[in-house]
């Protein structure tokens, strides 16, 4: 039986979200701790600083749309209901402990590209959940630097 009663998968919906839900799944053992996937859909003023004067609404809710489809697939792949699929907007890390918080998470699994040098200096949102966590957190190693 697994230790965990509340498991948090944060999944970017890139090609390694299969492999990042798979070992939350793992994790979560055939008994049933809960699954929860999350996707954070960054704003795109937070990208351009609010500097360039344009009305982002339209392209913000094409990209919603989109996620909740890939979510939607990923979702009816993996038999994950809809009370446990949560598309929010934010910061990734500041949205991923706001729901694992709200959830009683006792582990957030999350995918790490497991970078070195000036990349792991900038930071990375494996890195930002892993500090700010009150739980466990998996960082599962995902991209072609395996």
């Given at each position: 039986m697994?230790q965990?009663?509340?498991?948090?998968?944060?999944?970017?919906?890139?090609?390694?979200?299969?492999s990042?839900?798979?070992?939350?799944?793992?994790?979560a053992?055939?008994?049933?701790?809960?699954?929860?996937?999350?996707?954070?859909?960054?704003?795109?003023?937070?990208?351009?600083?609010?500097?360039?004067?344009?009305?982002?609404?339209?392209?913000?809710?094409e990209?919603?749309?989109?996620?909740?489809?890939q979510m939607?697939?990923?979702?009816e792949t993996?038999?994950?209901?809809?009370?446990?699929?949560h598309?929010?907007?934010?910061?990734?890390?500041?949205?991923?402990?706001?729901?694992?918080?709200?959830?009683?998470t006792d582990?957030?699994?999350?995918?790490s590209?497991?970078?070195?040098?000036?990349?792991?200096?900038m930071?990375?949102?494996?890195?930002?959940?892993?500090?700010?966590?009150?739980?466990?957190?998996?960082?599962?190693?995902?991209?072609?630097?395996?």
């Amino acid at each position: 039986m697994s230790q965990y009663k509340n498991i948090l998968v944060a999944v970017d919906l890139s090609e390694d979200t299969t492999s990042i839900l798979r070992r939350g799944r793992a994790m979560a053992d055939p008994d049933g701790a809960e699954l929860h996937l999350i996707h954070v859909i960054e704003p795109l003023s937070f990208a351009y600083g609010g500097d360039i004067p344009m009305d982002f609404s339209g392209i913000q809710e094409e990209i919603h749309q989109q996620a909740s489809q890939q979510m939607l697939r990923l979702s009816e792949t993996h038999n994950i209901d809809a009370q446990h699929q949560h598309i929010v907007l934010g910061k990734p890390e500041v949205e991923i402990h706001t729901k694992a918080a709200e959830l009683e998470t006792d582990l957030i699994v999350v995918g790490s590209h497991g970078r070195h040098g000036l990349a792991l200096l900038m930071g990375s949102t494996a890195n930002g959940v892993l500090h700010g966590a009150n739980c466990d957190v998996l960082a599962v190693r995902v991209g072609q630097d395996k």
